[in-house]
């Protein structure tokens, strides 16, 4: 298992003027936030179980989706969702879910919307990918499946529709494990232009706001979630089976619409649904998530992304972040899914 190591020994990523013009955070962490050294040993580390693929699929109308969903050991309790980000799929938690049902967790884990068997009930519906309707996504499958409470995990899209269900719902969030921390995005405040370094580190959202970049995906949309991969996890040499099994998900009808349109939203470049416009308002504020919560970092992650230190008041709750070494990049959970799943098994005994 990799090990876990303070926040404040991780270099930073010149990504961290991005986020931090998203989230307009404060830079000095809380008083009550904990170091991993101070909850870790007194709790047994999981086993590992190596899996490769998920037993079976269900299907379920929530919302605006006829959702597609792994439910591992459903009787079990306390329920944990997980979600993945782009450009990944269910598999992110492939060893993870294991792991989560042996100690006795039920473990549900959709596509999102524009993945894998997740579809659209009409064909009217707006093929909308703003954070708000993500993470309201989440709420309607918990209401399709009577989960009136869930500790909710994930990673990229994931966490940021995670980060979203705590603070917007914090009712229906037990506990949050978040990778790369608070990802809650200021739409006006993104407008603002950043330096030149800063501003490469997301080059793939300015391609995705030309037409070029969007014919461009469809076309390639494989070969560009590879290099996505590499880029965010330098140093993770997964093979080409895993890759293809995740690959899939992106053959979705609707997948290239809602990747387009998540990231033209967050420039301004596309509007968003009325509908949401109260609950963008009030992510506009960046609230505090209230919730225990983990925060991870792997130390090798190649996408732009925070020092822990510039995030930390943001979870007024008990709090508490782990860096991950080993190597580790954006994709997490599928990299050191011991370490994820052992974070799911703590926050509740922060």
Known sequence: MPNARNCDRRRCYGACAIALAATQIDLTAPANAQSDSSSMGNTPSVGHRKASAFASLKHVDAGALSVSYVDENPTGSPVVLLLHGWPYDIHSFVEVTPLLAAAGYRVVVPYLRGYGGTRFRSSKTARNGQQSVL????IDLMDALKIQKAILAGFDWGARSANIVAALWPERCVALVSVSGYLIGNQEAGKAPLSPRDEYQWWYQYYFATERGSKGYDKYRRDFAKLIWHLASPKWNFDESTFQRSAVAFDNADHVSIVIHNYRWRLGLAEGEPLYDGLEARL???????VPTITLEGDANGAPHL???AYARRFSGKYMHRTI???IGHNLPQEAPQAFAQAIMDVTKL
């Open 284 to 290: 506009a504020a960046g609230p505090n998530i209230t």
């Open 307 to 309: 020092e822990p230190a």
């Open 325 to 327: 070494d080993g190597g």
């Open 135 to 138: 993470a309201h996504d989440a």
